[in-house]
């Protein structure tokens, strides 16, 4: 037979596999991805609610040094920020642990997961007497710069890091 006359048609290339509906293999994996991106949406929401108290202290620590540069009362403003550090601490720390502490105990302890003492043998040991002290005795003695700077440290320091 001649190859020229036999009858032949042109080639018919199947309709290409359309994206819609994915195949049970992309459903799992979008179901993972869904799961995965909910999981870290919560866990960062939980993180952030656990620094909420630390964020508030040290927006509330910068209103008392602003108060301080208008008053000028070191005693009004060493209440205020060991009432601040005494509150925020309670907040992630077992009450139990913080509560009953004062004196160089509770100087102690707010020392424990800092890299440096800032409170035994720094410049916030003067939490200890500063809010019971005479506004005119306190005058040139006590670093008011140097306790907000280790009140700060403190504050952003997370509670129980070195435990």
Known sequence: ?????????????????GWWPLAP????????????????????LRQRAHA???????????ESRSAYAYHGN????GAEVSELLRRTMLAYAPRA???GLTGDEWLAWLDRDLDE???RQGAGRSLLDLPYRNPESVAKDVDIDGMLAAVRKRLQTPVGRGA
Do not use: S
């Open 97 to 99: 642990e913080v509560a």
């Open 74 to 77: 070191p005693v009004t403003l």
């Open 52 to 62: 909420a108290a630390r964020r508030k202290a040290l927006r509330k620590l910068e």
């Open 25 to 44: 293999g992309w459903w799992l994996l979008i179901i993972l991805a869904v799961i995965a991106a909910g999981w870290l949406i919560r866990a960062w």
């Open 117 to 119: 003492p800032q409170f």
């Open 1 to 17: 037979m001649d190859p020229q006359e036999i009858p032949l048609r042109g080639l018919h290339l199947p309709e290409t596999v």
